[in-house]
């Protein structure tokens, strides 16, 4: 019982986050306390941190047996991919306006604008996988150590990220157009794919075609 509460859990935090970064979400607030915008987007970050700390403690606080534990050359192999997740997060993170991201230059600016004002732009991490950051959580999700209530909670992320970054990318396509339609056809979404990726003169015509567009 404790693991369908652990799943449940999960789907309502998926849920509620999803709906506070919606676009209608947003409007909604918007049009009822404009004065609340400008903090949105960093109150929002405060929110997401500060739920999933009861969430966690549920996932860690539920004894479980292992179902598999890396060992030997497969833990050095597990490990190794989790740090090199971490490291890729970090270079992806230099592809963001973090101040934008974090909600801190719409708090300086007292910006109580809606939409999102990061310019389209194409990472070396980008050129590969649409989402990066989704990609290598993954990867750091898959590559611990496993009980039941660990193996639920990465089934319902994995699934979240696939559902989260379809409507991210709604809006994205809504800010960008046919330039991410064409990026979108060009580059696969979550999973690397040997024979889809964007060279860098090709990345480069993409960015130049959003910006004269």
Known sequence: MNLVWIALAWIFYGAIHSLLA???CKNWVARRWPGAMPAYR???NIFAVIALLPLLWL???TASDWLWRWTGPWAWLANGLALAALAGTAVAGRAYDTQEF???RQLRQGDRGVED???FGISHLHRYVRHPWYCLALVLTWTRDMNAPLLVSA???TLYFVVG???EENKLVAMHGDTY???RRRVPGLVPLPWKWLSVAEAAALVQGARHG
């Open 22 to 24: 919606s676009t209608t």
């Open 42 to 44: 960093l109150g929002f």
């Open 59 to 61: 996932v860690y606080g």
């Open 102 to 104: 974090f909600g801190l």
């Open 117 to 119: 004002h990061e310019r």
């Open 155 to 157: 089934v319902v992320v």
């Open 165 to 167: 970054s379809r409507l």
């Open 181 to 183: 339609r064409e990026y």
